[in-house]
């Protein structure tokens, strides 16, 4: 196999490629320890048994998962010591199985050397090498299809796909019972299903991450150019080049589709603008972020958020100076803070960054979730815009429920979200007092 002259680069100067033999050329164009990425390997043993790798549509999971079985079946270090003598294959469908993972561009077939490659016989569907190794395959489709067999080793593809998820992942634990240390890996990319929440959690779980442009050089770039500007930070975008897991809570008072519904490629003129503040209840650098979030009403009544400029870990001056310099930059008409939990030492620190900017004082009496719910209404009402994308505050956003959120930390930039939109939007005519400092 012959690699892509974008892998070349990274391993041998493009000028001296002439001067080596084509049997070199051959031998190194098999080596996958020297030209696949740190995060498509698995370089320490003993390995663990199961080995995540997640990423996004084109980052090189597939290349993974088939060196990976390439190296079970072989018996080649890192992965094996001797060969393994029955592999799984499982993907979605028996089509996807067959045409990704076996006859692919970067499917078993076309990772092996002439005399390494194995005998591929559809009708029986299953793959045997020279050294005894079959790889058999299975459709996530038919659980009941891996009831009987038994494996050493597993590929799952696209696990996140899967139907019949559990079911069939369940199956497949109960097979893999040969050898001394049965392994597999699962290559996909990641959706919050609680299948692969659980496996992040697991401690004995390896877990590798790749976006769509760790493989850039590998790839069309008119098609990174295009995807990225097209999906780069929304959801689907995050889950889809990114590799990230987006999760989003069934109590949420914001939903990822509403989100996405709200998003404007550029914002209109505004007739007023904010930059709230909710600051952390300690001055300590483990304290909780400073939420800083930007935001305008247009002559239409409808409101955008311009950008969240939350810093975290933040001395009171280092996130005093965010915030002035956030009303500078935006020509904002106030810095709307709130005074619950260090009010008082919030406006001094402010006025010794800059005392000539005007600071609308506003005081929660209500819970969270309770202040939240106005805000959400508008949105479901399709009155908020989002100026762009804000991967952390939006997260927020989709985790927030009664309990607050899932993590139990502070939802610092949602704070200062409800605090700006309801400042603009929903407070009385008779709004707080305006006070210069």
């Not at 697991?202 to 590998?218: E, I, M």
């Not at 909710?278 to 483990?286: L, Y």
């Not at 949602?414 to 305006?434: C, E, F, I, N, Y």
Request: net charge neutral.
């Amino acid at each position: 196999m012959r690699l892509p002259t974008a892998s070349w680069a990274r391993i041998i100067p493009r000028d001296l490629l002439p001067e080596l033999e084509p049997d070199l050329l051959i031998s190194l164009g098999e080596a996958w320890s020297l030209f696949g990425r740190e995060d498509q390997q698995l370089r320490s043993p003993p390995h663990p048994p199961i080995w995540l790798v997640l990423g996004g549509r084109g980052a090189g999971k597939t290349r993974t998962g088939a060196e990976w079985v390439k190296g079970m079946a072989l018996g080649l270090p890192p992965y094996a010591d001797r060969a393994t003598g029955r592999i799984a294959l499982v993907g979605e469908t028996q089509g996807q199985v067959r045409d990704v993972m076996i006859e692919g561009v970067s499917g078993l077939l076309s990772i092996h050397t002439r005399w390494e490659r194995p005998t591929w016989s559809p009708s029986r569907r299953r793959l045997e090498w020279s050294t005894g190794a079959i790889a058999q395959v299975f459709s996530a489709e038919d659980p009941e299809s891996l009831r009987g067999p038994q494996f050493g080793a597993a590929w799952c593809d696209e696990l996140a796909k899967w139907p019949n998820l559990q079911e069939c992942w369940d199956m497949l634990q109960f097979g893999l019972r040969l050898g001394d240390r049965p392994r597999q890996i699962v290559t996909t990319t990641p959706r919050p299903v609680p299948l692969i929440k659980r496996l992040l959690a697991d401690p004995h779980v390896a877990v590798s991450r790749a976006a769509t442009s760790a493989n850039r050089l590998n790839l069309a770039a008119d098609f990174i150019r295009s995807v990225t500007g097209t999906y780069g930070g929304t959801r689907l975008g995050r889950q889809e080049l990114d590799g990230e897991l987006v999760e989003e809570s069934a109590d949420a008072l914001w939903t990822r589709v509403m989100i996405e519904e709200c998003r404007e490629p550029q914002a209109p003129a505004m007739v007023r603008i904010v930059v709230a503040v909710d600051p952390p209840a300690s001055s300590s650098q483990r304290a909780d972020s400073c939420g800083l979030i930007v935001a305008g009403i247009d002559r239409d009544g409808i409101g955008h958020v311009l950008e969240d400029g939350t810093i975290s870990g933040a001395r009171p001056h280092e996130w005093a100076a965010k915030a002035v310099a956030l009303y500078r930059r935006f020509e904002a008409d106030a810095l709307v803070v709130e005074v619950n939990q260090g009010g008082e030492m919030a406006e001094s620190v402010i006025r010794e960054v800059d005392r000539g900017v005007p600071v609308t004082a506003v005081r929660a009496t209500r819970g969270k979730y309770l202040r939240a719910e106005p805000v959400a209404a508008l949105y479901a009402q399709g009155r908020v815009r989002h100026g762009g994308v804000f991967p952390a505050l939006e997260d927020e956003m989709c985790d927030f429920g009664p309990g607050g959120l899932s993590s139990g930390r502070s939802p610092d930039r949602l704070d200062a979200l409800v605090w700006a939109l309801t400042h603009l939007m929903l407070a009385p005519k008779g709004r707080p007092r305006v006070r210069g400092i």
